[in-house]
């Protein structure tokens, strides 16, 4: 990365009255300097920040994107760095924070480039003379026939890379970290463990399928229809095997009951290992099976998920005929019949849930039971419950218009808000983006109180630090972008990238934004000192 020297930009944190844009002591003419009076933020329950706080920006340049290949740019994990193709003539080039890396006759979109879980190696796969490579780090390794898309994988701890490939004698392998594994006539997409130790992968040969962990094979089968499972604590691993025109789940080599139908995509451990539980079908009939026993029949299932604590399963279970009928079972227990139910969530500390049903045209939230008021549309993506599970939080829009719905109280009314409301961690602050189409304006509501309001609110960068005492976001109006951290606005961009956790703090006093100021890409750290 290219930093930029002498780009610090000092604001002085006063009252809120004094709030100004801190536009000339950013952008182009940052190394000039500059203050203004602008007050730091507080929650009720905290009381105001100490005064004289200083907020500091600092640009670290990670190129310009001359010839962007949209939309092959990536963002690491840690969102601080970028990796994008850029054509050169008849070529393509890596181009990563800046840097120029290798340069290849093509390269694969799909999946790639794949950076490693902690944000410092980066893979992608590359073509030459008709033949594919996987480069890492700039360094290619072995061409292949072909490179399986959607194989190549990082461990957890990133210290190993898999993938699949097809040898010249078209025979396919796994590679990991170089060393190719048997060969077979077919192998599925290679799965780490959780703690990084174990790999396990389904591999074909004769007809056959057979599970290879850490290089040794178990049972052979017909046919199989999941890739491999482990359990969150990497000792036990799961598939389902088809053998004898039946089903079955194979957990750490025992099988299960084998039945007509098992939907692999339903498979799941309990976050202590301890449970597992799927959905499977026997006779044209549906049921859950939990640690090999079968819930009441259905005629369909799904939503399966287990408590934080383990202790308990959700699900939602459906039944046809001239009146159909859907219900949620949460510890084997039946709610009230609806037309449909979605998916339950189950609050962090596992003593409550809320879930979404449907009659006719209208939704309704659902939470331990006791369902709420009845709304046009509520989607399950924006169920949340706060961090100290006291606050459940969802949207809802009646009659064309939005609100944020937290313990069964509606906040204000807009024309939209955001997906999802973000709790502070420490369960006391709530905030989301509300748009107004009388003047088509975003701003970020705190608390129940609007911030200014701006022509946009970049998604995906609202976000509170670990202390819960700051609050950060990136804004956009009449073509300037700012960073807003606690009401004070810093920086001048053209815009902010977008996405999910594209801004984050990294401790209480210290986060980062990835912004564009015309093509140029910046990761701009913010630090807010006393």
């Not at 990084?196 to 178990?218: F, I, P, Q, T």
């Not at 989607?379 to 606050?391: G, H, L, T, V």
């Not at 808000?417 to 975003?442: E, G, L, N, Q, W």
Request: proline residues 5%.
């Amino acid at each position: 990365m290219l930093e930029r020297c002498g780009i610090v930009i000092v604001l002085l944190a006063g009252f809120l009255a004094a709030v100004g844009s801190c536009a000339n002591v950013a952008g182009k003419n940052a190394g000039s300097g500059g203050e203004t009076q602008p007050a730091a933020r507080s929650t009720p329950e905290e009381g105001p920040a100490p005064r004289g706080a200083k907020i500091t920006l600092k640009e670290t340049s990670l190129g310009n994107m001359e010839s962007l290949i949209s939309p092959m740019m990536v963002i690491s994990p840690d969102a601080r760095h970028v990796v994008w193709y850029e054509t050169r003539g008849v070529s393509i080039v890596t181009v990563r924070d800046g840097k120029e890396g290798l340069t290849h006759e093509n390269v694969s979109s799909g999946g790639n480039p794949v950076f490693s879980p902690d944000s410092q190696h980066l893979v992608y796969i590359a073509f030459r003379a008709q033949r594919e490579f996987v480069v890492k780090d700039d360094n290619e390794g072995k061409a292949y026939f072909n490179i399986a898309r959607d194989s190549l994988k990082f461990s957890p701890d990133s210290k190993r890379i898999a993938y699949a490939a097809k040898t010249a004698d078209e025979k396919w392998i796994i590679v990991v970290n170089g060393a190719e594994q048997k060969q077979y006539d077919a192998v599925t997409t290679p799965v780490f463990s959780p703690d990084s130790n174990r790999l396990a992968y389904l591999g074909r040969s004769g007809g056959k399928w057979v599970l290879v962990v850490d290089g040794v094979e178990g049972k052979q089968y017909d046919d199989v229809d999941s890739t491999p499972l482990f359990s969150p604590d990497s000792k036990r691993v799961a598939f389902v095997g088809f053998r004898d025109e039946k089903y079955c789940l194979v957990v750490d080599g025992v099988e299960g009951k084998f039945y007509n139908v098992i939907k692999a995509g339903t498979i799941t451990f309990s976050p202590d290992s301890s449970r597992i539980a799927y959905h499977a079908r026997a006779g044209g009939e549906s049921v859950v099976v939990v640690d090999e026993k079968e819930s009441k029949q259905y005629d369909d299932v799904g939503g399966i998920v287990f408590s934080p604590d383990s202790k308990r399963l959700a699900y939602w279970g459906w039944n046809g005929g001239e009146k159909p009928v859907n219900v949620v079972v949460v510890d084997g227990v039946e709610g009230k019949p609806h037309e449909t139910s979605g998916t339950p969530l189950f609050s962090p500390d596992s003593k409550h849930y809320m879930c979404i049903v449907q009659d006719g045209q209208k939704f309704t939230m659902v939470a331990d039971g006791a369902e709420g008021k009845q709304y046009d549309q509520i989607p399950e993506i924006s169920m949340s419950f706060s961090p100290d599970s006291q606050r459940m939080a969802y949207t809802a829009e009646s009659g064309g218009k939005w609100a944020v719905v937290t313990n069964g109280i509606e906040g204000k009314w807009y024309d939209l808000v955001s997906d999802t409301p973000v709790f502070s961690p420490d369960s006391k602050s709530a905030a989301y983006t509300a748009t107004t189409k009388a003047d088509s304006k975003m701003r970020v509501v705190l608390n129940g109180v609007e911030e200014k309001a701006y022509d946009k609110v970049a998604a995906g960068t609202l976000a509170f630090s670990p202390d819960s005492v700051h609050m950060a976001y990136a804004a956009q109006s009449g073509g300037k972008c700012v960073i807003v951290m606690d009401g004070v606005e810093c920086g001048d961009y053209t815009r902010a990238l977008q996405g999910r956790r594209v801004a984050r703090f990294d401790s209480p006093n210290k986060c980062h934004f990835l912004m564009l100021r015309d093509k140029e890409m910046l990761l701009v750290d913010v630090e807010i000192t006393e």
